[in-house]
């Protein structure tokens, strides 16, 4: 079984500061990915990036990178130069060798200007 | 154009009533997800679809029903409603091999009252 844990319920940012959001994850899969989505108050899931449990580098997408320590089983989401517009929920997400999207319960960030 | 369209995006109904959502994605992939995001954020995957296998959530209760015709369409299906079902319901798809983002709809808000 998979299991994603975000410890923060809520964060709050100053703009233009750097945030990180935590993610810790459980898996016996020999091979998965671990995701991070943005969910707006309009409530799309929004996908911003990723980092396959193989991977050497940490994945990095414009203002977001993904912190992944594999020995600690964490995948923290940094966002630096906060934006207003970055205020949302944040939810981390393991896909497991099933093809299966498991995800955390989120952050909610708040960018105060 | 759309890449994941659900609809309808609203839907208020009585308990006891029988509903269908419609999915449908446009990008080719194998995969297709229905998930359950409930009044405290947390998404809860119900079922997956990939070449015709279905995999359940245990969880589920069995008045959910995922139906398949093609593999660019999956409806969910809800006999006898009951409060507890209101909630936003997700679909999403992805490749289905290697580790890719899923792409979600936009959601559809029940409300059984």
């Known amino acids: 079984a998979q299991k994603i844990t975000q410890t923060q319920p809520g964060m709050f940012v100053q703009e233009k500061e750097a945030v990180t959001l935590d993610c810790t994850y459980d898996t016996s899969d020999p091979s998965y990915g671990l995701f991070w989505y943005k969910q707006p108050s309009s409530g799309e899931m929004i996908f911003l990036i990723y980092q396959g449990s193989y991977d050497q580098q940490n994945a990095t997408e414009g203002r977001y990178s993904l912190n992944f320590q594999k020995a600690r089983k964490s995948a923290n989401l940094v966002i630096s130069a906060s934006q207003l517009g970055d205020s949302a929920m944040y939810f981390c997400a393991i896909l497991n060798t099933g093809n299966q999207f498991y995800f955390g319960t989120g952050t909610s960030l708040t960018v105060i200007p | 154009d759309t890449a994941v369209s659900q609809t309808p995006k609203y839907l208020v109904t009585q308990m006891g009533n029988d509903k269908s959502i419609k999915c449908e994605q446009n990008l080719g992939h194998d995969t297709m997800y229905w998930y359950k995001q409930d009044s405290k954020k947390f998404l809860k995957i119900m079922f997956s679809y990939n070449n015709k296998e279905l995999i359940i959530n245990e969880t589920v209760p069995n008045r959910f029903s995922p139906k398949s015709p093609d593999k660019a369409h999956l409806n969910l299906h809800i006999n006898s409603l009951e409060l507890g079902d209101s909630a936003v319901y997700f679909c999403?798809?992805?490749?289905?091999?290697?580790?890719?983002?899923?792409?979600f709809g936009q959601g559809t808000r029940l409300t059984v009252v």
């Open positions: 999403a798809s992805s490749l289905g091999a290697g580790i890719s983002e899923a792409f």
